[in-house]
């Protein structure tokens, strides 16, 4: 059965902006009178809590972190995403299955069966803005603008290797 929602995306390295893109189509879509779910990944489930730990503690191995994404995404979609798109919402996302395959394949990761798997269960998105920032941009907004310090994710080799698999 075909959903009656929209789902967005909106993708790009830590500290290009994605965050505050969709605070800001999510204010402008609430103020047109669409009725709107704003969601991010990885989420606040257990899984994503699990990742979220693991970027300020020290990453998990590949696999197990891949694992992670996968069932957080599984509990995204079934908890949230799919029936916000089943009740007719605009679904926006901060990050959706590309950022697994950007970050994760910056890792080393053969990331075709993951992606298999993804695409098996996540709708697609309708629309996916992607947003380019220069990698050391992002660490200074996430440094001075975000004002907190960097997490696993966010060095500055792996910000350029993840940038490049986006483009």
């Known amino acids: 059965m075909a959903s009656s929602g929209i789902l967005i995306a909106v993708e790009g390295i830590d500290g290009a902006g994605k965050t505050t893109l969709v605070r800001s189509l999510a204010d402008a879509l ?32 590949l696999p197990e972190e891949l694992h992670a994404f996968v069932e957080d995404r599984k509990e995204h ?3 949230l995403i799919r029936p916000g798109l089943d009740a007719g ?15 994760q394949g910056a890792r080393g ?9 993804m695409l098996a269960i996540a709708p697609q998105p309708d629309l996916v803005l992607l947003l380019d920032a220069d990698p050391a941009e992002g660490l200074s907004r996430i440094s001075t603008g975000r004002q907190e310090t960097p997490n696993e994710f966010e060095k ?3 910000l350029a290797a993840v940038r490049a698999i986006f483009l």
């Open 77 to 79: 979609v079934a908890e």
């Open 156 to 158: 500055l080799d792996s």
């Open 109 to 117: 990761a053969d990331v075709a069966q993951p992606t298999r798997d």
């Open 89 to 103: 919402k605009i679904v926006l996302l901060d990050r959706y299955f590309y950022s697994t395959i950007a970050y």
């Open 30 to 61: 609430s103020q047109a009178g669409e009725s709107i779910v704003v969601s991010k990944e990885p989420t606040d489930g257990p899984w994503g809590r699990k990742i979220r730990r693991s970027a300020a503690e020290g990453r998990m191995s």
